[in-house]
């Protein structure tokens, strides 16, 4: 196979990665720079990029039928000019792996969006104080799921937080704390770093 077939390959490839990144930037992006530490109100902007997450949802599934045609359409009887690369067997099974190993990581990161309630239902703290008290905070810039679960986590990880709670329907997240460790002001400023401003609600 000529290296022109092999690059077109891996392009399907490049481009289902692409597409599965877009499909889910909105969701998982905000949660993987709240990981690495990273915040600001500008992350919120990743919101933006929900409404075209079908667009590259067909993009990705798009990009897969073309790479899964590539690697395993029967080749086409030719020969190797001289100076050009050929692929032999190894290198074929080699394309194949990597296509699937790419099209669960693509599959994973459409469906993040849909996964994220039974995420953040796994990850709820269930600890108790009787110092405790529970504030409900309105949450704005949330999408899906995936956005409640990023809020949960910009909340778990403050020190004096007891268990957190985020729902995107609605759109708010209970949270019972240490009074004497943390307050409101700080419950919502963490969220805002995370790119989710948030009140609390009033009775």
């Known amino acids: 196979m000529s290296v022109s077939n092999l ?14 990144i877009g ?17 600001g109100a500008w992350v919120g902007n990743l919101a933006a990029f929900d409404a075209y997450r079908p667009f590259f949802i067909l993009l990705t599934l798009g990009f897969l039928g073309y790479a899964f045609y590539r690697v395993y359409r029967k080749p086409e009887a030719e020969a190797c000019a001289p100076g050009e690369a050929c692929e032999h067997p190894r290198s ?11 099209t ?10 849909y996964l994220a309630p039974g995420l953040a239902k796994a990850g709820q703290q269930q600890a108790q ?40 329907d609605p759109p708010r997240a209970v949270v019972q704390f240490d009074p004497a460790k943390v307050t ?15 009140v609390v609600e009033k009775n």
């Open 92 to 102: 074929s099974k080699v394309n194949r792996v990597s296509l699937w190993i790419v």
């Open 104 to 113: 669960v990581l693509a599959l994973g990161l459409m469906a993040f969006p």
């Open 129 to 168: 104080t009787s110092r405790a008290e529970t504030v409900i905070l309105q949450v704005q810039n949330m999408t899906c799921d995936g956005c409640a679960l990023t809020v949960q986590k910009s909340l778990e990880g403050v020190d004096g937080v007891i268990s957190a709670r985020a729902t995107f």
């Open 23 to 39: 499909a889910s930037i909105c969701c998982i992006g905000p949660l993987a720079l709240l990981a690495l530490g990273i915040g």
């Open 184 to 198: 409101p002001a700080k419950l919502t400023k963490a969220t805002g770093k995370a790119g989710y401003p948030t």
């Open 7 to 20: 690059k077109d390959k891996n392009w399907g490839i490049v481009g289902v990665i692409v597409g599965a």
